[in-house]
């Protein structure tokens, strides 16, 4: 009698009870996890970065000054004084409140700015135009050389009566809102040809030495007094690459914590994927007990089909 046919065997028949393994728990999943946090610090640290980089290109900008208690008349006097002698005189023939004129003091005062390179008029500003304390001290501030910012409201050409160093004429514009208190600007003669810019709508940057201020009828027929700058620097402002600089400049605390909270629920959330796999139980098929009656008898089976058939009894 032949023995029954053995059952073909499956292939992986000994994982086919196993749990199929989470991809959450998976070595695979782990690494990108790793590498995703990495990335997630990397664009920060990259942010904060050039956050930095770009803060450090205006960190030398002046500060608004202090309050500080208003001069003494003897203060203003000697200061009054000191004004005769500087810029080789060019502020003894001209005072605050006057009109537009081009006295040989002015034109002095613009052959000597013209003459500065633009890194020596950087490197000698120390003040930031303060509006009402320009208007309400203005000898503290003639002969400084200052930074203002704003809004150029218009600006045009206006020619002098001789060239000076190759200059023919000025550019006189008017600089609105460089800080809430300025409704009426500050008035500003560059001496260079300044970029493009879009009247009304950009944002500058100028420098220069203040000369004095100055009494004038505006396009409504009022009469306005305003700070006067001879400007040697003009720079137009991009207002869109400033501000993330000044947001991670004010936020760099925040910046750096949340970095190291990227960086440490990346940590928490590997340990929490590794443990729990470690933990989950393995499910194996255990290999069938061994029947040896049935392998008893296969082998009897066998050696009765080599013996041939028994002699009857």
Do not use: C
């Not at 409704?183 to 560059?190: H, Q, R």
Request: net charge neutral; hydrophobic share 40%; no cysteine.
């Amino acid at each position: 009698m032949e023995s029954p046919p053995e059952r073909p065997r499956r292939p992986f028949e000994h994982l086919r009870d196993a749990a199929p393994e989470s991809f959450v728990g998976s070595t695979e999943f782990q690494r990108i996890l790793w590498f995703a946090g990495l990335a997630a610090f990397l664009a920060l640290f990259a942010l904060w970065v050039l956050g930095r980089e770009q803060a450090a290109s205006v960190e030398n900008q002046p500060a608004a000054e202090a309050a500080r208690p208003p001069p003494t008349p003897a203060e203003l006097e000697a200061r009054r004084n000191e004004l005769y002698g500087a810029f080789e005189g060019a502020l003894s023939d001209s005072a605050n409140g006057d009109d537009f004129a081009e006295t040989p003091g002015y034109l002095r005062l613009v052959t000597i700015v013209a003459s500065f390179s633009p890194d020596e008029v950087h490197a000698r500003v120390r003040r930031r135009v303060d509006y009402p304390k320009a208007i309400a001290e203005p000898d503290l501030w003639r002969g400084e050389f200052v930074t203002a910012r704003g809004l150029m409201s218009w600006m045009g050409a206006e020619k002098l009566s001789r060239p000076i160093l190759g200059i023919h004429d000025v550019w006189r514009g008017v600089l609105t809102d460089p800080d809430p208190d300025a409704p009426d600007g500050i008035v500003i003669d560059l001496v260079t040809d300044p970029p493009p810019f879009e009247e009304r709508s950009t944002v500058v940057d100028v420098e220069g030495v203040f000369y004095r201020t100055v009494k004038f009828e505006n396009r409504r027929g009022e009469i306005k007094e305003a700070p006067y700058l001879i400007a040697r620097n003009f720079r137009v402002v991009d207002t869109k690459e400033t501000r993330p600089a000044s947001f991670l400049r004010d936020h760099t605390g925040a910046t750096l914590i949340g970095m190291a909270v990227v960086f440490g629920l990346t940590r928490l959330l590997m340990y929490f994927f590794q443990r729990r796999n470690r933990k989950r139980p393995v499910s194996r098929t255990r290999p069938a007990a061994t029947d040896f009656h049935a392998m008893f008898e296969k082998h009897r089976r066998a050696e009765d089909r080599r013996a041939g058939p028994r002699p009857p009894a």
